[in-house]
């Protein structure tokens, strides 16, 4: 299963992006497995869209500008991964940005911004996912309980 996250801009149509996703995945036979979006903290739109064909996973990846990831898996539960691993994610996404400010390079600037993002992203579904599975989310031994996304 490959699950392929796409971000939609702040202030898109968003029924009209989500009817074209749809009409686009039954014109090219591709239908996800799972198809679930949100609006993020950023008033950014991000769309996920699970497949078990590798092949309807690269068209819909290439035609959307979809980002990928192991870690975002919307299905899994008992997660292995930690809050450990979101903070990582962030601060990781956090070095990346104070790095391509420097860049003289406008093209690399964006593409370590959509790094960055992809950073950002992954921590995100992370996170949602690991409070959907029980409010208690363990960072190493102790173990918390989150009330609020951020």
Not at 129 to 141: D, I, K, M, N, V
Request: proline share 1%; net charge neutral.
């Amino acid at each position: 299963m490959r699950a392929i996250i796409v971000e939609l801009p702040a202030m898109t149509d968003i029924t009209a992006e989500l009817s074209q996703i749809r009409t686009w995945c039954g014109d090219h036979q591709c239908e996800p497995t799972s198809f679930r979006y949100h609006l993020n903290g950023n008033a950014k739109f991000i769309v996920v869209a699970e497949f078990i064909k590798n092949t309807c996973a690269e068209l819909f990846k290439k035609r959307f500008s979809g980002l990928e990831s192991e870690f975002v898996n919307l299905k899994q539960k008992h997660s292995i991964e930690t809050m450990a691993t979101v903070c990582w994610w962030r601060l990781k996404a956090e070095e990346i940005r104070a790095e391509y400010d420097n860049f003289a390079c406008s093209s690399a600037r964006d593409t370590m911004a959509g790094v960055a993002r992809c950073y950002d992203t992954m921590a995100e579904h992370l996170e949602h996912r690991l409070a959907r599975e029980g409010g208690c989310l363990s960072s190493e031994s102790s173990c918390y309980t989150r009330f609020a996304f951020r």
